[in-house]
């Protein structure tokens, strides 16, 4: 990784932290998930919010875990709304259901992956965080948005299915004794389970129709 990399790279965290804590003022049209949105993921069954860290798992693939967390204001649970792999999306563009995307977890620039490989601890399929520094990994990163209406609504309940294995993001209730608390993220291939339905919860997102002068929404909820 080049000096200047590090430099982006933490240029990019501290603007994060710094919107986060700020606040903006609330704009107009702001309901729908955009490409570039930056948000947090909840689980409707555990209630635990999609999280990621540098941290390998010390099995299956060894790449970076993704596990669920109950602690809401984890910095460490937010991810960017990006394009299939191989793609860009216009910032700002409402998200489609139907569309492929991929999650890039902010803090680590790693995107939110599966593979058939077991999962530690249930033996389910494994979710991890994979790619290089600046955010590219492989077609094992993308996800298929599967709502109800037209456009990603922010109020929307939606599951996420992996276009390489046709698993759904899932949470299997298991939890780790380290990192304390934190339950499993798996891939499931039952789609009537409500433990693969997530929910938008906090985030930063780009207004729709204002996305060249970077326009931002900052909510919590």
């Known amino acids: ?8 790279t933490l240029f990019f965290k501290i603007l994060l932290t710094i919107l986060l804590c700020i606040g903006f003022t609330t704009a107009k049209g702001t309901k729908y998930v955009t490409c570039g949105s ?8 555990y209630n635990v919010r999609l999280h990621s860290h540098d941290i390998k798992y010390g ?6 875990s993704v596990t669920g967390t109950d602690v809401k204001e984890d910095g460490n649970s937010y991810w ?6 191989g793609k860009q999306c216009t910032r700002g563009r409402p998200i489609k259901c139907g569309d ?15 593979h058939l490989i077991s999962s530690p601890l249930s033996g389910k399929q494994e979710i991890s965080a994979y790619g290089d520094y600046k ?7 993308n996800w298929q948005l599967i ?3 037209d456009f990603w609504e922010r109020e929307d309940s939606i599951m996420l299915k992996h276009m390489d294995t046709d698993a759904y993001l899932a949470v299997s209730g298991r939890t780790y004794v380290s ?21 938008t919860m906090e985030g930063l997102f780009i207004h729709p129709a204002d996305f060249k002068a970077h326009h931002y929404e900052h909510t919590e909820l």
Do not use: F
């Open 80 to 85: 960017l709304v990006k394009a299939e792999y």
């Open 179 to 199: 990192p304390l608390g934190q339950i499993e993220v798996v891939g499931d291939y039952s789609p009537s389970n409500r433990h693969v339905v997530w929910k």
């Open 100 to 114: 492929i995307i991929r999650l890039e977890h902010t803090g680590t620039k790693k995107n939110l992956h599966s």
């Open 147 to 149: 709502c109800e209406t």
């Open 59 to 64: 099995s299956g693939s060894g790449q970076q």
């Open 38 to 45: 930056v948000l947090k993921l909840m689980n409707v069954d």
């Open 1 to 8: 990784m080049t000096l200047r990399s590090v430099t982006v």
């Open 135 to 141: 955010g590219e990994g492989d077609s094992g990163d």
